[in-house]
């Protein structure tokens, strides 16, 4: 990963999410640390997921917000495109058993 260091709120903005990462629990299981991989990064995180290595839930970042929300909530037919598209940065075992949603089901 790389950052710029111009601007301190820049770098900040960064530090915050990882410091978010410290604190967020699988909102299921309750599960901590959760996994963070970036997929599109500019001040902060654009694009990325968070996943629970406990139950094999992911959670998208889109235009920045981590959405970390519990199944019933979840719409398939926004998420599973957001798979498809990052498909080549996930870990194969999201993609074939990740919760809710997977490339398999
Ligand atoms: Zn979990």
Redesign the pocket.
Known sequence: MFYKFEGKHTFGGIKIKKKLMEILA?P??K?HPLELHVFEEKDEIVEGLIV?P??L?WYPIRDEIPEMLPDELRKENEDLPFLKKWKEKIPEKIQNEGKPFNLKS
Request: charged letters at 40%.
């Open positions: 699988c299921i299981d599960h629970c406990k139950c839930r």
